[in-house]
C-alpha cells in the first residue's frame, strides 16, 4: 500500500536541478493516477468527436419526428451538421454541469473519492452509447457522460497542486494536461483499428445484445475500459495534507456555502470570472471549432471516396481511418503546444503565455479551416492548429489552481472550466447553424465559412487578460 501523504518525508523545495527530482515515490503514484484520470477522461471526449458524425448518420434517419430519409443529399448533410451541433451541445452542458457538482463535492468530501466516482461515472456512461437507438437517447447518454468527464479534470488537477512540492507544481500540472493528449491519440488509434475492421467487413458480422456493432459504437464499448482505474484510487489514494487540514476548518459546512464563500470575497470573485472567461475563449475555440475538423474531413474526403466507386463500407472504413490518423497528428501537435505553454510561462509569466497562445489559435484555426483540402495537408496544417489550440488548455491546468486557496480550489477551478463551458455549449450549436443554415448553398463547402467566421472567438480572451492577475512565482494562496 502506497503511504499516505503525512508519511512522505519532506522534499526541499529550494533544490537546484530538473523538477522532477523533488518528487517522491508517493508524489509519483499521486501524479500517474491522475495523469491516467484525465487521458482516459480524453481519450472518451475524442472518441465522441470521432463517433460524432457516423453516429449522426445512423441515428437521424430512425429518429421520429425528423423526417431525415425523405430529405435530399444536399439538406440531409445540412441536417447531420446541425444536430452534430446539437449533441456536442448537450454533451458540454452535462460537462459544465458535472464540474460544477463534482468541483464542490471534491472541496466537501475529498479529491480522492470523488475522482474515483466521476471515473465511474463517464466510464459507464460511454458504454451506454454505444446502444442508442435514435438521437434523443444518444444526446441523454452523452450528458449523463459529460457530468463525470467535466467533474474528473477539477479534482485531479486540485490533487496534484497540492500534493507536488511548490517548484515542481506548474511542470507537474503541465505534464498533466499534455499526457491528455495521449488519451486523444489513443482514442484515434482505435478509430483507425476499428475503421479497418468495419472496411474489411470483420466488425459488420459483430453483434452484441441485438445492435449490430459498427465500428462508432464499438468505440464506445472500448470506453468503459477507465472504470477499472477506479478501482486503485479506491485502494490506495489518499487525500492531501492541505485539503485534511482545510477540512477541519469547515466540518458541516453545507456544500452550496462554498460557492457563498468564492463569490463573497472580491478577489476571489474576480479571479473565478476572469478565469470563466479565459476558458469560454478556449473551449468554443477547440470544442466548437477545432475538433469539428474531422468533420471537415469527412465532408472534404467523401467526395474523393465516392469517386473510386468503393462502396458505402469501404467508404465508411476509410473515413474512419483518415479521422483517426488526422486526430493523432492534431494532439501530437497538442502535446507538444500545452508542454510548450509549461516552458514559456516560466519565462516570461501566465498573462503573456496566454497572449501568444489566443493569438495563435486564432490564425492557425482559420487557415486551416480555409485551406484544408488534401491528404497531405493533414501531416502538417493539423498539427500546427492542434499545438496553438491545445497551447491555451495547457495554461488552464497551470494557472486556475494558482488562484484559489485550499478551500475553494476546486470549486474556483471547476467554476472556471465548466461554467465557462455552459457558455461554450453555444459554440457547436451555432457552428452547426452556421453550417446548415447560414452558409449552405455557398461556393465553398458551408463548415469552412462557419469555422473561419467563429475563429474570432480567441479575441474575446485576449481581452480578458489585462484584468488577469500573475500569478508566476508565486505560492498557492492559503
Not at 469517386?307 to 501530437?332: D, K, M, R
Request: glycine share 12%.
Amino acid at each position: 500500500m502506497s503511504p499516505s501523504p503525512s508519511a512522505v518525508p519532506p522534499v526541499p523545495d529550494q533544490l537546484t536541478g530538473p523538477w522532477y527530482k523533488l518528487l517522491t515515490r508517493y508524489h509519483w503514484f499521486v501524479f500517474i493516477v491522475a495523469a491516467l484520470g484525465w487521458l482516459f477522461d480524453t481519450m472518451d471526449q475524442q472518441l465522441f468527436n470521432l463517433a460524432r458524425r457516423p453516429s449522426m448518420l445512423e441515428l437521424l434517419p430512425k429518429t421520429p419526428g425528423l423526417g431525415a430519409a425523405d430529405l435530399s443529399p444536399e439538406l440531409f448533410k445540412g441536417l447531420v451538421a446541425e444536430y452534430s451541433g446539437y449533441a456536442t451541445a448537450i454533451f458540454l452542458l452535462g460537462w459544465a454541469t458535472g464540474g460544477l457538482t463534482f468541483g464542490v463535492l471534491g472541496d466537501r468530501f475529498g479529491r480522492a473519492r470523488v475522482m474515483m466516482w466521476t471515473i465511474l461515472a463517464y466510464s459507464l456512461c460511454t458504454g451506454l452509447s454505444a446502444f442508442s437507438v435514435s438521437f434523443w437517447d444518444f444526446a441523454f447518454y452523452r450528458f449523463l457522460t459529460g457530468l463525470g468527464v467535466g467533474g474528473e479534470f477539477a479534482v485531479g488537477v486540485a490533487l496534484v497542486a497540492e500534493v507536488m512540492p511548490e517548484k515542481a507544481r506548474p511542470f507537474a500540472l503541465g505534464w498533466l494536461q499534455a499526457l491528455s493528449a495521449v488519451g486523444n491519440i489513443s482514442a484515434a488509434l482505435i478509430s483507425m483499428s476499428l475503421g479497418h475492421l468495419e472496411q474489411s467487413g470483420v466488425v459488420g458480422g459483430l453483434s452484441i445484445g441485438g445492435f449490430q456493432m459498427t465500428a462508432w459504437r464499438l468505440m464506445f464499448v472500448v470506453g468503459t475500459v477507465p472504470a477499472l482505474l477506479a478501482v486503485v484510487i479506491r485502494s490506495k489514494l489518499r487525500e492531501p495534507e492541505r485539503w485534511q487540514q482545510a477540512a477541519h476548518t469547515r466540518v458541516g459546512q453545507k456544500v452550496l456555502s462554498l460557492y457563498g464563500n468564492l463569490f463573497g470575497d472580491p478577489r476571489w470573485r474576480k479571479n473565478a470570472i476572469v478565469g470563466m472567461f479565459l476558458a469560454f475563449s478556449g473551449v468554443v475555440g477547440l470544442w466548437g471549432i477545432g475538433f469539428f475538423s474531422f468533420d471537415l474531413l469527412q465532408l472534404v474526403f467523401r467526395k474523393k471516396f465516392e469517386g473510386q466507386n468503393l462502396t458505402p463500407e469501404q467508404i465508411a472504413g476509410e473515413l474512419s481511418f483518415w479521422s483517426g490518423v488526422a486526430s493523432v497528428v492534431q494532439n501530437v501537435g497538442g502535446f507538444f503546444g500545452i508542454y510548450a505553454f509549461s516552458r514559456i510561462t516560466h519565462v516570461i509569466g501566465r498573462r503573456k503565455a496566454f497572449a501568444i497562445s489566443f493569438i495563435a489559435a486564432m490564425l492557425s484555426t482559420a487557415f486551416v479551416f480555409w485551406n484544408l483540402d488534401e491528404f497531405s495537408e493533414i501531416f502538417w496544417m493539423l498539427p500546427l492548429m492542434g499545438f496553438c489550440q491545445l497551447m491555451i488548455f495547457g495554461g488552464y491546468a497551470i494557472y486556475f489552481p494558482e488562484l484559489f486557496p485550499t478551500s475553494l480550489r476546486s470549486t474556483g477551478t471547476s467554476f472556471c472550466y465548466n461554467v465557462g463551458r455552459f457558455v461554450a455549449a453555444l459554440g457547436p450549436f451555432t457552428f452547426g447553424l452556421l453550417t446548415s443554415k447560414v452558409f449552405i448553398g455557398m461556393e465553398h463547402e458551408p463548415m469552412r465559412y462557419a469555422g473561419v467566421a467563429m475563429s474570432a472567438i480567441f479575441v474575446l480572451g485576449l481581452a480578458v487578460l489585462p484584468f488577469a492577475p500573475e500569478t508566476h512565482g508565486k505560492p498557492l494562496p492559503e
